[in-house]
């Protein structure tokens, strides 16, 4: 078991394993947990996988398989910490193959899941307390759809 109180369920028009196989070659540490299939009651057909519980980066998500009922909307997104531009940049363009890039850091991979790709720069500014510095790395973030750490830091340190 895990001490992991709340997993987030991903509903798939039927993708789960192929979106499960694409995030897990993303990040660096990821495993599939188990994997469940549907019976002769369905409502998938039988032997389908129904769900795949699977970890990226510690934490455990359980994709689904439950069909065309349902799709996912940018309210609710997946955030990423990143420690370097290298690790933003690949991030970014590994989960927006075939999806949308969004502002701010935002984007829609191409199973619709809302990721934010966020340097941890971000949040250390933030907590700063430096209320100018943080308006203007807000104003540079803002316009920004890939965040450039390298720009916000120079915006911060600004005066």
């Given amino acids: 078991m895990t001490d992991q109180k709340i ?5 798939f028009d039927f993708k789960a394993e192929e979106a499960v196989a694409h995030y897990l070659a993303i990040f660096k540490s990821g495993r599939i947990v188990s994997t469940t299939r549907y019976g002769e009651a369905g409502p998938g057909p039988a ?13 455990r998500f359980l994709a689904l398989n439950g069909g065309p009922h349902f799709t996912f ?22 989960l927006g193959e075939g999806g949308a890039p969004g502002q701010c850091g935002w984007l829609t991979d191409k199973f619709g899941v809302s990721w934010q790709i966020v340097p ?3 949040p250390r500014i933030i907590e700063s307390g430096d209320a100018a510095g943080i308006q203007r790395v807000m104003r540079a ?16 340190d600004s005066h």
Avoid at 47 to 59: D, H, K, N, R, S
Avoid at 141 to 156: E, N, R, T
Wanted: negative net charge; proline residues 5%.
């Fill in 7 to 11: 997993t987030p369920c991903l509903w």
């Fill in 47 to 59: 032997g389908a996988v129904m769900t795949i519980l699977f970890e990226i980066e510690g934490q």
């Fill in 73 to 94: 909307t940018p309210a609710i997104s997946l955030i990423v910490d990143c420690a370097t531009q290298a690790e933003v940049d690949e991030l970014w363009d590994r």
């Fill in 120 to 122: 941890s720069l971000i």
């Fill in 141 to 156: 973030v803002m316009p920004m759809s890939k965040l450039d750490i390298g720009k916000l830091q120079q915006a911060f």
